[in-house]
């Protein structure tokens, strides 16, 4: 087995290793502890399957734990020395998760041992495209803000990376002024510190293509504000709503009025299906979005929960419908319907029935006539 593995060439190998990567993110639940079991296996097959194999472990990096310093620690000394030992995994890692607890996030500015980490992982002109940082509590400042801006993000993050995600912190803005190629923002539980722009030089804000939204309207409101705005959305291509609240939903339109023609993706049901009482964050849109003026939008993402007396979310599927266009460049429109009875004040499947698809099939029927 061993000699006819040894004769298949680098790239077919290669492609076995990607394709069964691929298959994992679709057959197992916890995606990140399947693929490293399946790569950790791939791996020790033979030589020839090590490169693609390591490629993909260190593709990821997670770091920090929000109750445990020293499995933290742990895991620090356990990274530094497979980057001593092993000096070119450095160039491999794509992405950087980082935990920060609101008690202990001083570490990614004065930890020496993560230094040296972000150091090498800079040296090795790899390509670090994307930064997560997370928090399991609702928004929380940093402990030294400035700091994080000027030992950690400046110096190792902010010039490199394409796509930033934040939840359940507040950030300074300072953290935009050097993304040069920022084009993908993700924010849930997330809110910013407003920070003055650099005095000195010009200043390109990121053009932001894609954003992605729950439950942040305050960071989206000060992203919106007329003075020390630390990104562009004129250039806007996909926008995605997640869990919201109506003053999420309020943003909408601001969002959309600001990129201009240029967007093409409208996603109002990013979250998928909701169960379990967490309905609550899905929102009627009744007469809060206005594509009349979005001429480039090709696909519509709508969700509706039919069954609860006195609403009607599918209303507002149709009246933003409406705001479409007749000759439009529309390809795809997709509606999730939930039917809500999980409670007996609610009436359940007849929602369904009793719902205005007349008036829904006439907008869909209209907008696919005048499809360039």
């Not at 998760?97 to 790899?126: A, Q, Y």
């Not at 993050?157 to 993304?179: G, K, M, N, R």
Request: aromatic share 8%.
């Amino acid at each position: 087995m061993v000699s006819i593995l040894q004769s298949l060439s680098q790239e077919l190998i290669d492609e076995i290793i990607d394709v069964g990567v691929a298959m994992e993110d679709n057959i197992c639940d916890d995606i990140w502890r399947s693929k490293w079991n399946f790569l950790s296996s791939c791996a020790l097959v033979c030589r020839s399957f090590l490169p693609r194999s390591q490629q993909h472990l260190f593709s990821q990096i997670h770091l920090g734990d929000n109750l445990d310093r020293n499995k933290r620690v742990r895991g620090l000394r356990r990274l530094s020395r497979i980057l001593q030992e092993s000096p070119h995994i450095a160039g491999y890692v794509r992405e950087l998760h980082l935990k920060l607890p609101c008690d202990d996030n001083t570490w990614v500015t004065e930890e020496f041992l993560f230094l040296s980490i972000m150091e090498r992982i800079k040296e090795s002109k790899g390509s670090l495209q994307k930064l997560t940082l997370l928090n399991h509590a609702y928004p929380k400042p940093l402990h030294d803000p400035a700091a994080f801006v000027t030992h950690f993000s400046n110096r190792f993050i902010s010039p490199f990376i394409t796509f930033l995600d934040i939840h359940s912190l507040q950030v300074p803005t300072a953290i935009f002024w050097a993304c040069v190629n920022l084009t993908h923002l993700k924010l849930h539980l997330a809110d910013f510190e407003l920070t003055p722009s650099p005095s000195l030089g010009i200043v390109l804000r990121p053009q932001i293509k894609i954003l992605q939204y729950g439950l942040s309207h305050p960071a989206i409101s000060k992203l919106l504000g007329i003075h020390t705005v630390p990104i562009s959305l004129s250039s806007l291509r996909v926008l995605k709503l997640g869990k919201a609240r109506p003053p999420d939903l309020a943003c909408l339109q601001t969002i959309i009025d600001t990129s201009g023609g240029s967007l093409e993706v409208l996603d109002l049901f990013e979250e998928g299906p909701i169960f379990d009482g967490l309905s609550k964050y899905h929102i009627p849109i009744d007469g809060c979005i206005n594509l009349s003026k979005s001429t480039s939008v090709q696909f519509l993402c709508f969700g509706a929960f039919l069954g609860r007396p006195g609403t009607d979310h599918l209303s507002g599927v149709w009246n933003t419908l409406q705001t479409v266009p007749t000759e439009n460049r529309v390809r795809k429109i997709s509606l999730t319907i939930c039917i809500d009875f999980l409670n007996t004040t609610r009436t359940g499947p007849s929602g369904c029935v009793n719902a205005n698809w007349e008036e829904l099939d006439h907008e869909i029927n209209r907008i696919s006539m005048g499809s360039l």
